[in-house]
């Protein structure tokens, strides 16, 4: 079954603990994304991937560091996360045509609280 | 900038009716819209896209867009609304400078009663 997976769906920690969110693709996608969801803000990209070893930041990406050594893994590393961080994250792929991502299958969220 | 403005924190209609969920946009250059779905615990699912052509677009479930550059509006539309189409909506928009970016309205609540 083609699909995004996170790992892991909900974690609560502490300020300042180093964190990472882990995200896979299984349908051989270029490009990858992380997003976040906030109430009234709808999704904000933190970070995107247009292939192996190539990232960029997105709208809101401090805080936030990605890494992309392997086409299938884009894991989110939060290196001291803080209660500003507290959020629901979404990592996302679609295949490149034309020079340009197309549609996002997404993964199932990562509900994120930190204390 | 670009963005996307979803005007409705929430949209109710009635099982049968048709049902429009608004959208609007604002980028300098050539709009590149989707549509997507958001059920409870689940990652948003792509409903449809607007590229280029045709104003009126098709897309699964039923749903439909149109495109309307005059208005720089790109709402989603169905005929005949379902219980289970009941979900949270967004619109998103590719930044038309940089092909890699994506920017989402803060999205729709569309309840259908039966």
């Known amino acids: 079954e083609a699909q995004v997976t996170q790992n892991p769906r909900y974690l609560i920690t502490v300020t300042g603990k180093k964190l990472t969110v882990t995200c896979s693709q299984n349908?051989?996608?270029?490009?990858m994304s992380w997003y976040r969801q906030d109430p009234g803000l709808g999704l904000r990209q933190i970070y995107y991937s247009m292939n192996v070893e190539v990232t960029d930041k997105g709208d809101v990406p401090e805080g936030y560091k990605v890494s992309r050594k392997e086409k299938r893994n884009f894991p989110l590393i939060l290196e001291s996360p803080s209660p500003n961080q507290t959020s629901l994250y979404f990592c996302?792929?679609?295949?490149?045509?034309?020079?340009?991502?197309?549609?996002?299958?997404f993964g199932p969220g990562t509900r994120l609280t930190v204390t | 900038a670009q963005s996307v403005a979803q005007p409705e924190d929430q949209v109710n209609v009635a099982e049968g009716n048709p049902l429009t969920v608004k959208c609007t946009y604002s980028?300098?250059?050539?709009?590149?819209l989707f549509w997507y779905v958001q059920y409870p615990n689940r990652g948003l699912q792509f409903l449809l896209k607007?590229?280029?052509?045709?104003?009126l677009v098709k897309g699964s479930y039923g749903f439909e867009a149109e495109f309307n550059k005059s208005q720089t509006s790109f709402h989603l539309k169905k005929p005949s609304a379902l219980v289970s189409d009941s979900a949270l909506y967004f619109c998103?928009?590719?930044?038309?400078?940089?092909?890699?970016?994506?920017?989402f309205g803060s999205g729709t609540k569309l309840n259908v009663k039966p």
């Open positions: 607007y590229i280029t052509g045709d104003n």
């Open positions: 980028v300098s250059g050539n709009p590149y």
């Open positions: 998103a928009v590719r930044d038309p400078h940089n092909f890699n970016k994506f920017y």
């Open positions: 996302a792929s679609s295949f490149w045509k034309g020079g340009t991502p197309h549609e996002q299958y």
């Open positions: 349908m051989n996608h270029e490009y």
